[in-house]
Structures are given as structure tokens and as C-alpha cells.
């Protein structure tokens, strides 16, 4: 007889620690892995939840286990595993089955899956989920796409492994298609500004003053007490007052500086492009990331020109300490206003009418980017549910009005002593370039219309013009 409720395939960091996270709600989960010893070894480490987890050995074995009709989620590496693993699995379900990826597809391979499985009989859903090995194990943010009706059947499993955020799980359906990875995809979008702006505050202090580790840890823990309270500021300071246990030095000062990327901040950047929004802030911290791999050739250049100038070896004062910290609020507001801005031409250009509130809401808790601020973005995107910008929000114009001279401050410093802030600059560079109501586009109109005679619009008279440049045109 069937004992599972629900399956789950890849038991790798994600995949193993969301089985035990199904059990321990009390769904019982049946479980394969490719490599078979890892179920082994899995379930040999399950304790007492292994009354609630069916270690499968062959496809057939692990469908036969599930009651039908069987949501099955897969948890593998993205890309062509995912559709290897469909593949094989296709052969033992049954219609009515629905296929779960909630890997970090990218969302276009989900749409194209959702139109493989098409009259199939089986359903897809693609859920991005977010919180690292910690939130699968203890509550993730689970963002769903897919048919709503496939979405209700799984509902009540997945908003109980889901993270709470006074009480209200953070799992919602958000539209069809890729709605759900595309939401993920510019979760870590954003993820990817918050920890570049982060560690561009904490390179002013390190390389334009010459601050100890623990000191600057010891900032980011006062900041985490106020506006900035977030987890990824909250471990920025953790990470910045452990010491290597071999030397006793800070741990971060033995620690290369060179940072991996697996896809989606890049592809947050690529969506944004494609859809003519700008996201510099994100493209930024995406590219900052891209040029910390290049070692080598930083190295040459550092010969070349000279490196970044020595530290002053003075200390910050007060005024400069909170300077920093609006400007990093400040630049987080950009990055913000970026992400949702992409979410938004999205769910217009794929009509997902994607709830812009919810979104906030279920990254309050058990997601990397989880912070007070998502709190303050729900409350106002609620009370102004058509703002085309978070920077025209009531709130944000506040907050904004009162952090950009700070950000404007502490991007002139750093241009002035030599400090890398692509990410801080972009974002002031932004925000200027968005309250400009006469920007300089007059000029490229203008030079368009000398090279190409591509024609130009006038603010005195309606139509298309062209200048009198010269014989040919
Ligand atoms: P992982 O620890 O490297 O595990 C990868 C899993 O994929 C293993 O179970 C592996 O099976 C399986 N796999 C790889 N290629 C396969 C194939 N061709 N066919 C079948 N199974 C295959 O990866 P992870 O960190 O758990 O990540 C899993 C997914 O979650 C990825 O899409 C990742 O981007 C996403 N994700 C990760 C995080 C994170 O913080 N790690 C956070 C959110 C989302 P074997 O044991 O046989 O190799």
C-alpha cells in the first residue's frame, strides 16, 4: 500500500534538508536520490523522522510509494538535470500527478516545461525556494507559479514547511507560467545589490580607514538593531567577530576574494535588459561579482595603476558612521524599487498579475533578503497597490528624502579616495536620473537624428522632426 503523501527527488542540500522539514510536520515523504547510498545515508541520519520518510531505490519503487494522486517535488541541480529527472520519472505516473521543480530554474525553461507536459495529463508547477539549507530544514519563503488549481492540491504541505512571520506562512501562489521562478530569480536579483552594497560599506571602512574586522562587525550589529535589522545584515556583523580558529585572526581577512554565482543574479540583470527596465543597482552587484573572479587580472591592474590608495588610519566619526548607514538604506531603497519594477513589466508582458504586496509579505521570513524593510514595502505597496515605482510611495519618499544626501556622500568619498561602490554609485546614479524631470535624452535625440535621420520629437510642436544638420539629411 501507499505510505506517502508527497515525494521528493534530490537529496542534496536543499532536497534532504526539505524532506526532513515535510516529515517533521507529519507528511509522510517518500525519497530518492540519483546516487542511491546518498538515500541510505540520509535516511540512516533521519532519527526519529524516519517513521515519516520511505527511502526509495528506483523511480518505480518511489511513485508506487506515493498516494496518487502524487505531487512529487524535485529538488535537483537546474538546467538539464531537471528534464533528465522528468524524463525518467514520466514513465511511472499518472495523470493527475504534478511534477514540483523547486529548483532555481531559470523561468523560461519553466514556461517551456509547462508546454512539454501539455496535454500529458500531468501538471507542473515551478516554486522557487529561498532560505538556504537552514530555511528548508526550518521554514523557507516558497514562491509558487503554476495553475492555481494544481497549487490548492499541494497548499496545506507547503504552507506548513514554509516559514511564519507572525503566524502567516510565507508560501503564496503568485500566477501562472513562471511567475513563481521568475519571483525567485529577482529575489536573488536583489540579493545580490543587498550583499554588494553591504560589501562595499564594509570596504570604505576596511580599505579607506584601515578598521579591524571585529570593529566594523561590531557597526553592523548596531545597525541591525534600527532601519537596517536583516539577516543578511545581522550575519554580515557574525561573519565580520568570528576568528579563524587556526590562526585567531578574523576569519574574513583568510578568506579569498573572489565570489561564486550560479545564475539567477545574472539573469535577474538579462530579464531587466530585455524588458527595458532599468536595474542598474542589480546589474552592478552582478558585475562587481563577475570582476571579483577575475584575481589575476586585478592583481595586474593593481600593479599597472597603483592598487587602492593606503588606509588614513583614522577613525570614522559619528556623523560619517551614520552617513554610511543611510546611504546603505538608501541604496537598498534603489535596489528595491529596481526589482519590483522588473516584477511589475513582467506580469504585465506575461500577464501573471503578479501581487506585489504578497511578494513583500512572504519575504519577511525564511528568505536570505528577509529584513523589517519588507514589512514597511508590504504596508505601503498595500495602502498604494498601483504605485508604478516604489520611489513615488508615500513612505519610501520619506525615507528617501532623508538617506540620499547620505548616499550622495559617502559615493563622493569613495570616488574621491579610490574605493570601489559600483553598486552605491549605480543607485545614486539612478535616483538622480529618475527625479530628473528634464533629463539630457534631448542630446541622443538629437545626435539619433544627425547619424540616422532617425527623426526627433519637439516640446513646442507635436510630430516627428528633423534638425538642420547639414546637406545630407
Ligand atoms: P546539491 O547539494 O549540489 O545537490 C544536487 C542534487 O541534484 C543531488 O541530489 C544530485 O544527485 C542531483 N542531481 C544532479 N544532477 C542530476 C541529474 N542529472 N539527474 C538527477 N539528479 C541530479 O544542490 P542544492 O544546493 O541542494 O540545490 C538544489 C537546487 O536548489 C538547485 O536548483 C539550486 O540552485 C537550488 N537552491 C539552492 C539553494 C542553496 O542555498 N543551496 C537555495 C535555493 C535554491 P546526486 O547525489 O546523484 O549527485
Not at 529577482?186 to 564594509?202: F, K, L, R, S, T
Request: charged share 20%; with cysteine; glycine share 12%.
Amino acid at each position: 500500500m501507499s505510505k506517502a503523501e508527497i515525494g521528493l527527488i534530490g537529496l542534496g542540500v536543499m532536497g534532504a534538508n526539505l524532506a526532513l522539514n515535510i516529515a517533521e510536520k507529519g507528511y509522510p515523504v517518500a525519497v530518492y536520490n540519483r546516487t542511491t547510498s546518498r538515500t541510505g545515508t540520509f535516511f540512516e541520519n533521519a532519527g526519529e523522522l524516519r517513521q515519516n520518510i520511505v527511502p526509495c531505490a528506483t523511480l518505480e519503487e518511489f511513485a508506487a510509494q506515493i498516494k496518487p494522486p502524487r505531487p512529487i517535488i524535485l529538488m535537483v541541480q537546474a538546467g538539464k538535470a531537471v528534464d533528465e529527472q522528468i524524463e525518467g520519472l514520466r514513465d511511472f505516473l499518472s495523470p493527475g500527478d504534478i511534477i514540483i521543480d523547486a529548483g532555481n530554474a531559470n523561468f523560461r525553461d519553466t514556461i517551456r516545461r509547462f508546454d512539454e507536459l501539455e496535454n500529458s495529463g500531468l501538471t507542473f508547477i515551478g516554486m522557487g525556494v529561498s532560505g538556504g539549507e537552514e530555511g528548508a530544514r526550518h521554514g523557507p519563503s516558497i514562491m509558487v507559479g503554476g495553475e492555481k488549481q494544481a497549487y490548492e492540491r499541494v497548499e496545506s504541505v507547503l504552507k506548513s514547511i514554509a516559514a511564519k512571520f507572525e503566524g502567516e506562512p510565507c508560501c503564496a501562489w503568485l500566477g501562472h507560467g513562471g511567475a513563481g521562478h521568475f519571483v525567485k530569480t529577482i529575489h536573488n536579483g536583489i540579493e545580490y545589490a543587498d550583499m554588494q552594497m553591504i560589501a562595499e560599506i564594509y570596504g570604505i571602512l576596511r580599505d579607506g580607514f584601515g578598521m579591524a574586522a571585529s570593529d566594523i562587525g561590531a557597526i553592523f550589529s548596531e545597525w541591525n538593531k534600527g532601519r537596517l535589522n536583516s539577516y543578511l545584515v545581522e550575519i554580515t556583523a557574525a561573519v565580520l567577530e568570528t576568528e579563524d580558529p587556526d590562526s585567531g585572526a578574523p576569519i574574513v581577512d583568510r578568506i579569498l576574494d573572489r565570489a561564486g554565482q550560479k545564475g539567477t543574479g545574472r539573469w535577474s540583470a538579462i530579464e531587466a535588459q530585455m524588458m527595458g527596465v532599468p536595474a542598474t543597482a542589480i546589474e552592478s552587484a552582478v558585475a562587481a561579482r563577475s570582476l571579483s573572479a577575475e584575481r589575476g587580472l586585478r592583481q595586474m591592474a593593481a600593479k599597472a595603476y597603483g592598487g587602492t590608495p593606503a588606509a588614513s588610519g583614522t577613525t570614522p566619526d559619528a556623523d560619517f558612521i551614520r552617513d554610511l548607514e543611510l546611504a546603505l538604506f538608501a541604496g537598498k531603497i534603489a535596489a528595491y524599487a529596481q526589482g519590483f519594477a522588473v516584477m511589475d513589466q513582467a506580469s504585465e508582458e506575461f500577464q501573471w498579475n503578479l501581487p506585489m504586496p504578497t511578494i513583500a509579505r512572504i519575504w519577511r521570513a525564511g528568505c536570505i533578503i528577509r529584513s523589517q524593510f519588507l514589512g514597511t514595502l508590504a504596508k505601503s505597496f498595500e495602502a498604494d497597490p498601483d504605485a508604478e515605482n516604489l520611489l513615488l510611495i508615500g513612505d519610501f519618499v520619506e525615507m528617501m528624502k532623508e538617506a540620499h544626501p547620505s548616499l550622495r556622500r559617502i559615493v563622493a568619498h569613495a570616488a574621491v579616495n579610490g574605493l570601489p561602490v559600483p553598486a552605491l554609485s549605480a543607485a545614486l546614479g539612478y535616483f538622480d536620473s529618475f527625479r530628473q524631470a528634464r533629463g539630457t535624452a534631448n542630446l541622443i535625440q538629437a545626435q539619433r537624428d544627425y547619424f540616422g535621420a532617425h527623426g526627433f520629437e519637439r516640446i513646442d510642436q507635436d510630430g516627428e522632426h528633423h534638425g538642420p544638420w547639414g546637406s545630407g539629411l
